[in-house]
């Protein structure tokens, strides 16, 4: 399925039951199971060495209840490949593989879930067939830095947002064509990068949509101290945008974020976690994942929580090809 407006998101919302859920931590999972991230690229090193083990993450979320998957690109970069040796060609091809994974986990689940339908004997594999989107993961500037200043947002004065847009800009068009039905902007630290995105997406005429993801330490601010309201603002006014978000941010903190986030829009432990799902949901939120340090196990949690808020509907209007 594709995703092209923001008309294509509250359609996806519809097929979901009016809430979808998203996947938990990549980067931490991929940990747990053993790989080592201890690298600049952390969780992209995998897509080079290990790309069955994000198959297999992304298909533990797919299976634990989650409608969005997020890719491996987070960390990938053209400079920090090339920082190992790696040309931009094989850069370029090494971000689509890291969306490539992500469709690969989606056509594997939706097998399984169309051959589970034909098989009723078949208890093991119990999958519903469901509305997925596949994201592309842009992480911030800081985090390609990879020295700790995605999570205060200072840049330093040398950075300016024609900085930030000239960084981002061949990683963004590369992987606004690999397939993906969205952009995941993620942990973006302060506004100025913000507004290089929303500048970027504008110039480049990115033609898949975008949603863009803060992080904040205080509940008040982006960590780099920016008013999140502000920030939501810039996101707000970027046409490709179909959603404003807060990821990798203490719990507690979130539902008061979406309510600032709502003032300045006008749409749009697990069961520590889990317990404020609700709250959120009725903070406004209509997509709901995890990040660092969730697991399948969280998400299967929240996404059993949603099934009860969400509409029932015949599944014969959803899957219409
Ligand atoms: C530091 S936030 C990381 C977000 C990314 N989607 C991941 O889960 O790995
Ligand atoms: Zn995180």
Request: glycine share 8%; hydrophobic share 40%.
């Amino acid at each position: 399925m594709g995703l092209k407006t923001v008309e294509g998101l509250t359609d996806f919302l519809r097929q979901c039951g009016g809430y979808a859920v998203i996947d938990g931590g990549l980067a931490t999972e991929l940990e747990r199971h053993g790989a080592d991230l201890n690298d600049p690229l952390w969780s992209a090193k995998c897509v080079i060495s290990s790309p069955h083990l994000i198959r297999r993450v992304h298909l533990d979320y797919l299976e634990a209840g989650a409608n969005i998957i997020i890719s491996a690109s987070y960390q990938a970069t053209l400079q920090g490949f090339e920082a190992k040796g790696i040309s931009k060609e094989e850069g370029e091809a090494l971000l689509k593989r890291s969306v490539e994974i992500a469709c690969e986990a989606r056509n594997i689940y939706n097998d399984r879930a169309a051959k589970s339908s034909w098989d009723d004997l078949d208890n093991e594999s119990n999958l519903k067939h469901k509305p997925i989107l596949v994201a592309a993961s842009v992480g911030s500037y800081g985090a390609y830095l990879a020295d700790g200043s995605e999570y205060s947002g200072i840049y330093g004065d040398a950075i300016m947002v024609k900085t930030l847009k000239d960084f981002h800009r061949r990683r963004v068009q590369v992987l606004a064509n690999s397939g993906a039905d969205l952009i995941a902007f993620e942990t973006t630290p302060n506004k100025m990068e913000a507004q290089a995105y929303a500048e970027l997406l504008e110039e480049e005429v990115i033609n898949i949509p975008a949603w863009f993801s803060f992080s904040s330490k205080d509940g008040t601010n982006v960590v780099s101290g920016d008013s999140v309201v502000e920030c939501a603002s810039i996101a707000e006014s970027c046409k490709q945008v179909v959603g404003i978000g807060i990821n990798c941010t203490p719990p507690r903190y979130i539902q008061g974020l979406i309510q600032s986030i709502r003032k300045a829009t006008t749409g749009v432990a697990e069961e520590d976690f889990v317990s404020y799902v609700d709250k959120w949901c009725d903070a406004g939120a209509s997509l709901v994942g995890g990040c660092c340090r969730t697991t399948p196990n969280t998400i299967r949690a929240i996404s059993k929580l949603l099934s009860s808020k969400q509409v029932s509907q015949g599944l014969a209007n959803i899957y219409v090809d």
